[in-house]
């Protein structure tokens, strides 16, 4: 097993910029992939941003966002630049024990979430 938890969400203004950072602990080892996902009201969930838990190889939905990885430290960090309300949403990172990277039903263990608000 796998535990996951966010930090870093909040309320920003259009145009500003959020660090998300998501810890790791459990069995980290068995770790393929980590993806940072967001799913809005009445939207469906979707990838923002994949990195390779070993090769540090990286997806990135748009290039606003910008995932980084602290092996050492078992964290994930999404970086996300400019803002927009359209960006609202909540967001969590997620493990995948298996590739391929893009595959979300790869996905199987997942935090809670934290808010990320942007207003206009």
């Known amino acids: 097993q796998v535990q996951l938890v966010e930090s870093g969400g909040g309320l920003v203004q259009a145009g500003g910029s959020l660090r998300l950072s998501c810890t790791l602990t459990?069995?980290?080892?068995?770790?393929?992939?980590l993806g940072w996902f967001r799913q809005a009201p009445g939207k469906e969930r979707e990838l923002v941003a994949a990195?390779?838990?070993?090769?540090g190889n990286k997806f990135y939905k748009e290039s606003r966002f910008a995932i980084s990885k602290d092996t050492a430290k078992n964290k994930v960090d999404l970086q996300m630049n400019s803002l927009k309300p359209e960006d609202t949403a909540n967001y969590y990172c997620?493990?995948?024990?298996?590739?391929?990277?893009?595959?979300?039903?790869?996905?199987?263990?997942r935090g809670q979430g934290t808010q990320v608000t942007v207003s206009s």
């Open positions: 997620a493990a995948s024990r298996s590739s391929p990277l893009l595959d979300t039903l790869k996905y199987e263990f």
């Open positions: 459990g069995r980290t080892l068995s770790i393929y992939g």
């Open positions: 990195i390779n838990w070993n090769t």
